[in-house]
């Protein structure tokens, strides 16, 4: 399984901190976070859209990085700073 993790304004809008997703094999994080988002009964864009950033293993990835089993992905809002 891989553990998906949403932060800030991604989880206020999946409204979960994280879930669990089994892989048979492994999969490109695009269907990954296809598969997170049917099974949260929310809309792909919530979750695949060019504002938002991901990490894998604490690694910033694009949608095309394939993930494994026991990875973590994380889900992140834009980072502002200042």
């Given at each position: 399984?891989a553990?998906?993790?949403?932060?800030?304004?991604v989880?206020d809008?999946?409204?979960?901190?994280?879930?669990e997703?089994?892989?048979?094999?492994?999969?490109?994080l695009?269907?990954?976070?296809?598969?997170?988002?049917?099974?949260?009964?929310?809309?792909e864009?919530?979750?695949?859209?060019?504002?938002?950033?991901?990490?894998?293993?604490?690694?910033m990835?694009?949608?095309?990085?394939?993930?494994?089993?026991?990875?973590?992905?994380?889900?992140?809002p834009?980072l502002?700073?200042?």
């Open positions: 399984m553990t998906v993790r949403f932060f800030a304004s989880r809008r999946v409204k979960n901190e994280s879930v997703i089994p892989l048979a094999k492994p999969l490109p695009r269907d990954v976070l296809a598969k997170t988002a049917a099974a949260l009964k929310v809309d864009v919530a979750l695949i859209n060019p504002s938002l950033l991901y990490a894998v293993n604490k690694n990835e694009g949608l095309d990085f394939i993930v494994n089993n026991n990875d973590e992905v994380a889900v992140l834009p502002s700073g200042g």
